[in-house]
């Protein structure tokens, strides 16, 4: 192909449910895994393979796919073949990966033929244990930062593995990365939502064969667990995390953002719910039942948001699945459950980046890349450092000069602020700095409702490795940036509450935050620092001058001066204040230091009295100072 993209990926992931085909750029950096195109073809070739007759439960072994089955499944690939030339897929970028259905198919090597035949495509079937790979790299390119047990739930079978990105080699001499430790650590089991779904319909009513089947899977799980290997991590964890994908665990996470009134992000990716939530099936069961029945006992199927006709009718043996993993990891400490995009084909697009490229983004570093249409050279890193004795205390290290680092430069950084603000509250300062002037060309009177929508629609809505967490943060403080809460119509303000919910007790500071980024932003209208661009820093001193930055006869130019700072401005650190360049000291931006002050004045108390300052200069060279208390 002459005019072929060699950053477009195209995959084809022939699952047990259906067909999912999507093609993918790895620009402007590999890692995100931008979307262009995605599409599902509702062929399941597991049904196909049992339900060939009126009776499906007296299907009880595999058949072979019908040729009516396998023709139109190459037609539809064929349609993608022609998706795959109008986006300028280079051939070789085509990745076509099968997994249970197709691996234990009677007729594989039929099927396996004719798309070779048809498209000149090679299909990699993938073994149990790769499979199984995939879907745990699938989770880790999904959210931030994994260390835990991933589960991937399909149509024909359930994986396990047992994945830390964060963890470094033990001994200097260990060079093993962690995508390398879980090659080979995954195991499958044969329960997968379609396949106990047939089951179940093939035990009926009759409680010995289910109380049976129960056991069965119950002691499964025990064993893939303990043969994961997480067994001998737990030790080291405080809690066990787990991370879920697949089709039926993002139906069941759906559910639980369902029982959720009024939750605003609609993306499943990166939704956590407690241990507590995840295996409360009653809670579940009970308002799938009141949500898809009619007043007069009619059903109603298809009335829940991200949750199909199909996989209601798989709700029981998801169910199953869910009670058969609480009683597998009964006497371990489970932590949250993270819900994950996941799958196989963004392990498969995994597979094909570099030993670089590969490397884990830390917490803040996806939405920084979501940030900006070019290529990022270095991150702007926020290293959160707990002090030993006061764990929620944390230590920022910048001083690049950029609107990140201002911006940071405004958090305390004390052991005296026992008010401490959220690790992921900090991680999200770069795309709050990134994104200070983002909405700036929208009409003045819907910045603030197109701000807080940025984080949870759009492309950055759909960004992989970004917490919704660190969704709501955001959008917080970009609220906040545009006037806060009042700026909002009435019909915003549900969504406003519903994020503000799910950060809690980190409102404040994502409010605090805001605030001061308002500042920033109307002392750089056009998001550039002196330090970022060609200085531009209007002074009435003459050229010259010791002052301005500017060299006189025999003397080196001096660094221009940054327009405004944040600085620490007392020993216990709480004492904040805000310096502004005189000529940038507008009406404006008065009020917006007032707006922030105020805020700091109604900041709750939480554990032992400590106060925070904030301070206005009206020139760095006259040096008057107002000071608020907290």
């Known amino acids: 192909m002459p005019d072929s993209n060699p950053a477009h990926h195209g995959t084809v992931d022939i699952g047990s449910n259906g067909i999912r085909t999507s093609i993918v750029t790895l620009s402007p950096h590999p890692r995100l895994f931008r979307t262009v195109y995605a599409n599902r073809i509702p062929v399941s070739l ?36 022609r998706t795959c030339a109008d986006f300028h897929v280079p051939g070789e970028n085509v990745h076509v990966v099968a997994t249970e259905a197709m691996r234990t198919a009677p007729n594989a090597a039929d099927l396996i033929s004719e798309i070779k035949c048809s498209l000149q495509w090679d299909i990699q079937l993938l073994s149990q244990g790769e499979e199984a790979e995939m879907g745990a790299l699938g989770i880790a390119m999904s959210v931030p930062a994994v260390q835990g047990l991933c589960l991937d739930l399909g149509g024909g079978s359930l994986q ?37 779904s047939r089951r179940l319909a093939a035990a009926g009513k009759e409680h010995a064969k289910i109380k049976e089947l129960r056991q ?39 559910l639980l953002m369902a029982l959720r009134e009024n939750y605003p992000i609609p993306w499943i990716n990166g939704f956590s719910a407690s241990a507590h939530d995840f295996f409360d099936v009653e809670s579940v069961e009970k308002f799938v039942n009141s949500a898809t029945t009619s007043g007069k006992g009619k059903a109603k199927p298809g009335k829940i948001f991200g949750v199909s006709k199909r996989r209601l009718q798989q709700l029981p043996a998801i169910r199953l699945v869910v009670q058969c993993l609480a009683e597998a990891l009964q006497g371990m400490k489970v932590g949250d459950v993270t819900f994950c995009q996941g799958g196989t084909p963004l392990g498969i697009l995994f597979s094909q980046l570099s030993s670089e490229d590969r490397v884990a983004l830390s917490h803040g570093e996806a939405m920084q890349l979501a940030c900006t249409p070019e290529p990022i050279q270095s991150f702007h890193r926020v290293h959160i450092q707990p002090w030993s004795h006061s764990p929620g205390i944390v230590s920022i290290d910048s001083g690049n000069g950029t609107l990140v680092d201002i911006l940071l430069d405004s958090v305390p950084t004390t052991q005296a602020l026992t008010d401490v603000p959220h690790p992921h509250v900090l991680s999200s300062i770069p795309a709050l700095a990134l994104n200070v002037n983002t909405h700036q060309h929208v009409i003045r009177d819907i910045r603030a409702s197109t701000a807080l929508r940025f984080p949870i629609s759009s492309e950055f809505g759909s960004t992989l490795g970004i917490t919704h967490f660190e969704r709501a943060a955001l959008a ?46 109307l002392v750089y209208p056009a998001a550039r620092t002196v ?40 020993e216990d650190g709480l004492h904040v204040c805000v310096d502004i360049d005189e000529p940038y000291l507008t009406d ?30 009206g020139s760095l060279r006259q040096g008057r100072e107002t000071t608020v208390q907290g």
């Open 46 to 81: 597991h049904d196909a393979q049992y339900n060939q007759s009126s009776n499906a439960s007296a299907s009880a072994t595999r058949q072979s796919i019908p040729s009516t089955t396998i023709s139109t499944l190459v037609a539809a690939l064929r349609s993608f073949q």
């Open 160 to 196: 396990l593995t047992c994945v830390d990105t964060r963890k470094k080699p033990a001994r200097p001499a260990e060079t093993q990365t962690w995508w390398e430790k879980v090659k080979g650590r995954g195991l499958s089991l044969p329960f997968g939502a379609a396949a106990l």
């Open 216 to 254: 069965e899977i119950t002691m499964g799980l025990r064993q893939a667990v303990k043969g994961t290997g997480i067994l001998k991590r737990h030790g080291d964890l405080q809690e066990l995390a787990l991370y879920v994908s697949g089709g039926g665990f993002r139906g069941w996470g759906y």
């Open 476 to 521: 917080i403080m970009l609220v906040e940036r545009w006037g806060g809460k009042k700026e909002l119509p009435p019909t915003d303000l549900s969504t406003w509450q519903a994020l503000c919910d799910i950060v809690g007790e980190a409102v404040w500071w994502c409010r605090y935050l805001g605030r001061a980024a308002a500042i920033l932003g």
């Open 531 to 570: 330090a970022e661009s060609v200085p531009d820093r209007p002074s009435e001193l003459p050229r010259g001058s010791s002052d301005d930055g500017l060299a006189g006869p025999g003397e080196e130019a001096a660094p221009a001066p940054e327009r405004m700072s944040f600085r620490k401005a007392s």
């Open 588 to 617: 404006e931006v008065r009020d917006a230091v007032k707006k922030w002050e105020k805020l700091i004045n109604k900041r709750p108390r939480m554990g032992i009295s400590c106060e925070l300052k904030a301070a206005l200069r």
